[in-house]
């Protein structure tokens, strides 16, 4: 929405920034980040028009990035054109699913029994790692469990709900409509 340097990085210790990504991957890498993190239907035509912007001049500025997306996507919606791009760079730079399922892995061992665990979740591919996990986790530990004990619980987690916003809520907070909230308790 402002202008400023193509960055995106979370924090100091992340060293890869986006106008790295944007000036040096190659076409089908940047098609992949398009497609799989930001589910983009027009990833090819977008990374063929970057890689020739690119050779003309180096591209540096969020505005620079945004203004190229809007004037060559095709497909019209209600959101800004670059949203599913700068959503899959900003993955890309944070490695924000690999941190997800590190974060879970080591997650139920700081969890007591009862403890609960809120995930939010704000993309669909984040939602499913969180989803998948559980039930894994879920398949996993029933497997372990020896069938003469009648006294073990059969599951190490049970996923208690999964809650979305209400309308007056993406109302008031349009960041809100692809909220996912799971809460998770440890038996």
């Known amino acids: 929405m402002r202008d400023g340097p193509l960055d995106m990085r979370f924090g100091n210790q992340v060293k890869l920034s986006c106008e790295s990504i944007i000036n040096n991957y190659a076409y089908e890498d940047l098609v992949r980040i398009f497609k799989e993190y930001g589910e983009e239907t027009e990833s090819k035509r977008i990374a063929r028009e970057i890689i020739a912007k690119r050779e003309q001049d180096r591209i540096i500025s969020t505005k620079q990035l945004s203004s190229l997306i809007e004037n060559i996507k095709k497909i019209k919606t209600k959101k800004n054109p670059a949203t599913k791009v700068f959503q899959a760079l900003r993955m890309e730079v944070n490695q924000e699913l690999d941190n997800l399922k590190i974060c879970l892995s080591r997650v139920k061992r700081l969890l007591k029994k009862n403890g609960r665990l809120v995930v939010?979740?704000?993309?669909?591919?984040?939602?499913?790692?969180?989803?998948?996990?559980?039930?894994?986790?879920?398949?996993?530990?029933?497997?372990?469990?020896?069938?003469?004990?009648?006294?073990?619980?059969?599951?190490?987690?049970?996923?208690?709900?999964?809650?979305?916003?209400?309308?007056?809520?993406?109302?008031?907070?349009?960041?809100?409509?692809?909220?996912?909230?799971?809460?998770?308790t440890k038996l």
């Open 120 to 184: 939010i979740s704000f993309h669909s591919l984040e939602d499913r790692i969180v989803k998948n996990y559980f039930k894994t986790e879920e398949r996993l530990h029933e497997k372990d469990i020896p069938l003469l004990s009648k006294q073990v619980q059969k599951k190490k987690f049970l996923v208690s709900s999964v809650i979305t916003p209400e309308e007056s809520e993406i109302a008031s907070n349009v960041r809100a409509r692809s909220a996912k909230m799971r809460v998770v």
